[in-house]
C-alpha cells in the first residue's frame, strides 16, 4: 500500500485545514487509517484513527483531539480525510497517515505502511 498525503500548509491559531490521505496498490477497505504527528524535538504521537469497516469501523481519538478534529474515509477514492478546527501552535508537526491491518488504536505499533508526511504550521 503506498500512501500520499496532501493538504498541509500555514493557518493562523483557530483556523482550520483538511489533510488527505490517499492511498494506492491494494484492497484500502481492508486497512485500518491512523493520523500521526511529529513536531521537532518530540517523539511521534497518535491524532486518531478510522478502523477498517469489516471490524467496526469504528473511530479513536488521542485524548484532548476529539472536538477539534474529525476523520472521515471515502474508500470509492481510497481516501481518509483528517478535518481539523481551532488550531493551535501547538498542533504544528508533520502529520503522516499509516494503513494497519488492526482494530482501532492510535498506538503506531500495528501499522505497517506509512506516508511521507505533510507540514502543517501554526501561527500564532
Known amino acids: 500500500v503506498q500512501l500520499v498525503e496532501s493538504g498541509g500548509g500555514l493557518v493562523q491559531a483557530g483556523g482550520s485545514l483538511r489533510l488527505s490521505c490517499t492511498a494506492s496498490?491494494?484492497?484500502?477497505?481492508?486497512?485500518?487509517i491512523a493520523w500521526f504527528r511529529q513536531a521537532p524535538g518530540k517523539e511521534r504521537e497518535g491524532v486518531v484513527c478510522i478502523e477498517r469497516e469489516s471490524s467496526g469501523g469504528r473511530t479513536m481519538y488521542q485524548y484532548g483531539m476529539k472536538g477539534r478534529v474529525t476523520i472521515s474515509r471515502d474508500n470509492a477514492r481510497n481516501t481518509v480525510y483528517l478535518q481539523m478546527n481551532n488550531l493551535k501552535p501547538e498542533d504544528t508537526a508533520v502529520y503522516y497517515c499509516?494503513?494497519?491491518?488492526?482494530?482501532?488504536?492510535?498506538?503506531?505499533?500495528?501499522?505497517?505502511?506509512w506516508g511521507q508526511g505533510t507540514q502543517v504550521t501554526v501561527s500564532s
Open positions: 499509516a494503513a494497519g491491518d488492526t482494530i482501532a488504536t492510535v498506538n503506531p505499533t500495528p501499522y505497517d505502511y
Open positions: 496498490g491494494a484492497s484500502f477497505d481492508s486497512y485500518t
